[in-house]
């Protein structure tokens, strides 16, 4: 199975549906990890590879020999979470703010890759930073589909969902980073942690996935302690980042250039800038939001969706400052 270019140091794990390698590459000389396996989803890694996500091991290769997926990734000497027990709380709310940034990073892919089995043998950590790895099982999110057709995951980790109960999306690596981050904080998978991080752990671990965070995003923010993230501040790549801020001004410099000095009876310009302010407003808050409407697969019904929400907004916006202005020009 190993190409003639390398060579095979050692055999790290075997398994009747797969088999991890540390190969050297004879050309440069380089240790690479090599992954074969039975049932893994080519196009995950195929993404994973385009994607260049930080906080996982670069993708190599992917290639398809005698029936089995074969992946070259970045080898990485670390310790692994389950290594390091125990840790304070202020390092585990770290360790998990950088996976959640991960997770989202992932969770915003199209389509999204779902991870699906998070757990400390599955996260090395060094120097402070935190690499998932270990995407064997991983999986791109199908809205259409209404259950996993394989049952897999670690036990204890692994979401509901995925023991055949629902389809597992975002929410249920959400469900395996509040396991984790119980285990980090209590050294046990199961019962109840205490302290601060008590209820948002509780809120992470929900049977039902509705009723958990909807994303890693506002699950780093309820670790962090705010009630609020502001849209784009928190965005997981720079073009995001960018393309919010730039939303923003683009909001504000509208808003300043509209002249409601001849369509106002009492030329309330004021009322009439925080009104126009704030329907923009919303719709910025529902485009950095969009979770929800990424669920739908059709590109199309996410365009259709968006464009009906925001004229929706657009329309009760400018309904709520006819009212204002009616009220307000009523004598008293």
């Known amino acids: 199975m190993i190409p003639p270019l390398f060579q095979t140091i050692r055999v790290l794990k075997e398994t009747p549906s797969k088999k991890i390698s540390l190969v050297l590459r004879k050309r440069d000389q380089t240790l690479w990890i090599q992954r074969e396996l039975e049932h893994g989803d080519f196009f995950v890694f195929e993404s994973l590879k385009k994607s260049q996500i930080s906080g996982i091991p670069a993708i190599e290769q992917v290639t398809i020999q005698e029936g089995r997926l074969v992946v070259l990734e970045e080898y990485i000497q670390a310790p692994t979470l389950d290594t390091l027990y125990p840790v304070s709380e202020r390092q585990a709310a770290d360790i998990l703010c950088q996976l959640c940034d991960i997770l989202d990073a992932l969770h915003h892919l199209d389509p999204p890759i779902i991870h699906r089995d998070i757990k400390p043998e599955n996260i090395f950590y060094r ?21 996993d057709t394989t049952l897999l995951g670690s036990a204890g980790y692994a979401s509901p969902e995925q023991f ?12 395996s980073c509040g396991k984790l981050f119980l285990m980090l904080l209590t050294g046990k998978i199961e019962g ?5 991080y008590a209820s948002v752990i509780e809120k992470a671990i929900q049977l039902d996935p509705h ?23 928190n965005n997981a ?6 393309l919010s801020w ?4 683009l909001n504000l410099l509208m808003v300043i250039s509209i002249d409601t000095s001849h369509n106002t009876s009492l030329h309330f310009d004021f009322l009439y800038l925080v009104g126009c302010s704030s329907v923009f407003g919303w719709l910025e808050l529902l485009y950095c939001n969009r979770q929800r409407l990424l669920r739908y697969s059709s590109k199309g019904v996410r365009i259709l969706a968006f ?5 929706a907004l657009l329309i009760a916006g400018i309904t709520i ?3 204002l202005d009616y009220a307000l020009s009523i004598p008293f």
């Open 321 to 323: 400052l006819m009212i």
């Open 192 to 196: 109840k942690a205490n302290g601060k």
């Open 127 to 147: 120097a402070g930073k935190v690499i998932l790895f270990d995407f064997d099982i991983a999986r791109q999110y199908d809205p259409q589909k209404h259950r």
């Open 307 to 311: 464009l009906g929400i925001y004229f």
């Open 164 to 175: 055949g109960f629902d389809q597992s999306g975002p929410q249920s690596d959400i469900y």
């Open 211 to 233: 009723h958990r965070y909807e994303t890693a995003r506002q699950f780093k923010a309820a670790i962090q302690g705010k009630q609020f993230v502001i849209p784009g501040w």
């Open 237 to 242: 790549t720079t073009k995001g980042k960018v």
């Open 246 to 249: 730039v939303g923003y001004i």
